[in-house]
């Protein structure tokens, strides 16, 4: 595979979008983003996402980069997982604590999976980063996912929502999952 000068970043999501290009700023390669409404299939966020990459690079011809985010409760043996999205919609960050009131664990992690495929038909790689923490009634802005009801053990107290975009870009689960593709892109994407 020969070297990458860019490549698209698969989001609708500006906040995405920004952390992404924030924490992959000094890899040297343009990340370019498309919206595309991919089909997801039930599965583990791994089988999830690179199915989602394959059908990126179809789209697009050419390589892409998606992304799959987790919130997983311990309690609940990891629901809900990759389908924190679907809960969202219907529960919304307010009552999403609630799943568990009638549990004493609330520890939780967020995992985020990126899928990298080169192009049509060709190898995905993955990249994972996982940080822990635990559920609370949600605190901070609401305006990006669930970040105001996810408090992670290095976030001194604080939700994600109630950090600095630096402070949360040097310890979340997405920055552990892009250092790793940091260091792939580094190498030329190889």
């Known amino acids: 595979m020969s070297s990458l000068d860019s490549l698209i970043f698969v989001t ?11 924490i992959l700023g000094s890899a040297g390669v343009e990340i370019k983003s498309q919206a595309i409404d991919l089909v997801e299939i039930q599965g583990t966020t791994q089988e ?46 307010t009552h999403l604590p609630t799943l568990l009131a009638g549990f004493p664990d609330k520890s939780a992690y967020a995992l985020c999976t990126f899928a990298f495929c080169s192009s049509p038909g060709g190898e995905v790689l993955l990249f994972e980063g996982r940080t822990e923490g635990r559920v609370v ?16 053990v290095e976030g001194g107290g604080e939700t994600y929502a109630e ?25 030329g994407g190889c």
């Open 12 to 22: 609708g999501n500006k906040n995405k979008l920004a952390e992404v290009q924030a």
């Open 137 to 152: 009634e949600a605190r901070g802005s609401g305006d990006f996912g669930w970040d105001s009801v996810f408090e992670p």
């Open 48 to 93: 999830i996402s690179a199915d989602k990459a394959r059908r990126a690079a179809l789209a697009v011809n050419g390589p892409v980069l998606v992304e799959d985010t987790c919130l997983c409760f311990n309690a609940l043996n990891g629901l809900p997982g990759p389908y924190i999205k679907h809960f969202l919609t219907s529960l919304t960050t």
């Open 163 to 187: 950090m600095s975009k630096e402070k949360k870009n040097g310890i979340s689960h997405r920055y552990r999952a892009l250092e790793k593709v940091k260091e792939f892109l580094a190498r």
